[in-house]
């Protein structure tokens, strides 16, 4: 596993010296993007919006889960694709902040984010062994999988081994690491070749390199474990930025809220048309369950998911920043301490609706919210915080660039 990664990172480190060698560097804080909005972008109200929506349709699709409320499911699958944009798109800005170019961005961008993402995965995984915690509070008791499993989760290559993830919510992280080993890339390319021919022809890459993949393995039912299955999930956050820091949003920022909220009902009206086809109507006055088949033909779960983080992505760019300081000051937090609160909420709601077998269902709801957000305040205060800072810290001593924690 670390030979790979290793390949994956020399592979990397040298297209982005090839990329260097094209055209002249750009000087540490310059940018060949305009970038009106550059200063104000790393703190969007909009998207701290959009990440505590992630993080909540999430929770809420595991707690009904939990509760055995069925047919929600899907929309902590949705939850996670705004992930997969707003990671790439504040990523993306988070580079052109820096101001850094080449093997400096990349080392700088990577040490960071291994800081970043590595110290509470690790700790989920050992306090899920420790405490022989489920992956899942809804599905059977915990299981021992092996130490392949559990070396798999630690470095997160579960979609590499083909294992599975001792803590469900882990499922997406590999996929984000593998990630940030190409984005570094597209940063510089892209800002090399500011076009929106350019921005497009990345997003147009990842869909037909994933479709490859996915052909090539047999189609089928489109599988988790396929390497570059959400690539254009994370492109749409790219295409995001590129139209970002060209567009000044002129709809209010109130329509943003509607756009979600119009997104994640359509997002889970296609995934009833996915699962019932023609009988949605029955399904829907309950004479027909049909909750682990699909309808429409597997690989449509691929091009569902491309194209509402593609709606997305277009979307973010065109709303005002939202005025109501309240729902910001909210949606701030939520933001801040979504990783830990999507790490940790399974397990709660294990505790909860499973060890102490809470009877209420209102009861335990409302213990495991507080016990969730009660938890993901600490791990961030005593766990991600100091990483977060002591990668900065690292990342600066390596690029003799002077970032700032």
């Not at 850094?100 to 961005?105: A, C, E, H, N, Q």
């Not at 990630?179 to 350019?198: E, K, Q, T």
């Not at 490859?212 to 999930?233: H, K, N, Q, T, V």
């Not at 409302?366 to 305040?377: D, E, G, H, N």
Request: charged fraction near 10%; include cysteine.
């Amino acid at each position: 596993m670390k030979s790979d990664a290793s390949r994956s990172m020399h592979f990397c480190a040298s297209a982005l010296k090839h990329v260097e060698t094209v055209r002249p560097q750009v000087a540490a804080g310059s940018s060949s993007i305009s970038a009106p909005r550059a200063q104000n972008t790393l703190d969007l109200a909009n998207l701290d919006l959009l990440r505590a929506l992630a993080v909540g349709l999430v929770f809420i699709g595991h707690l009904l889960g939990t509760m055995k409320i069925r047919g929600f499911g899907e929309l902590g699958h949705f939850g996670v694709l705004l992930f997969f944009v707003h990671t790439s798109l504040v990523l993306m800005l988070s580079m052109q902040r820096l101001g850094l170019s080449g093997r400096k961005l990349y080392v700088a961008f990577m040490v960071r984010r291994v800081f970043r993402i590595y110290p509470l995965s690790i700790a989920a995984v050992l306090c899920a062994i420790a405490f022989q915690i489920p992956s899942t509070s809804w599905l059977g008791g915990y299981v021992w999988r092996g130490w392949l499993t559990v070396l798999s989760n630690l470095f997160l290559v579960q979609n590499i081994t083909h294992s599975g993830s001792v803590n469900c919510v882990l499922w997406s992280l590999p996929f984000e690491v593998q990630m940030y080993a190409v984005l570094p890339v597209l940063f510089i390319i892209l800002r090399r070749y500011p076009s929106i021919g350019a921005a497009w022809g990345a997003w147009a890459a990842g869909v037909v390199l994933a479709t490859a993949e996915y052909l090539i393995r047999g189609g089928g039912p489109a599988e988790g474990d396929l390497l570059l299955r959400y690539f254009p999930c994370f492109i749409a956050g790219i295409l995001a930025w590129w139209l970002l820091e060209r567009r000044q949003g002129t709809l209010s920022g109130g329509y943003w809220i509607l756009t979600l909220v119009l997104l994640v009902f359509a997002y889970r009206l296609a995934d009833s048309i996915r699962v019932y086809g023609p009988a949605l109507a029955l399904a829907l006055h309950g004479t027909l369950r049909n909750d682990h088949q699909i309808w429409w033909p597997p690989g449509m779960e691929l091009v569902n998911d491309w194209g509402f983080c593609c709606l997305t992505g277009l979307a973010i760019p065109l709303f005002a920043d939202i005025r109501s300081k309240w729902l910001n000051a909210t949606t701030k937090s939520i933001a801040r301490y979504s990783y830990g609160i999507y790490v940790c909420h399974v397990p709660i709601l294990w505790l909860i609706f499973v060890k102490l077998h809470i009877a209420s269902l209102e009861i335990g709801a409302l213990l495991s919210l507080i016990l969730t957000l009660l938890m993901s305040v600490a791990l961030y205060n005593f766990l991600e915080n100091p990483t977060i800072r002591l990668g900065k810290r690292l990342a600066s001593q390596l690029t003799y660039s002077g970032i700032t924690a």
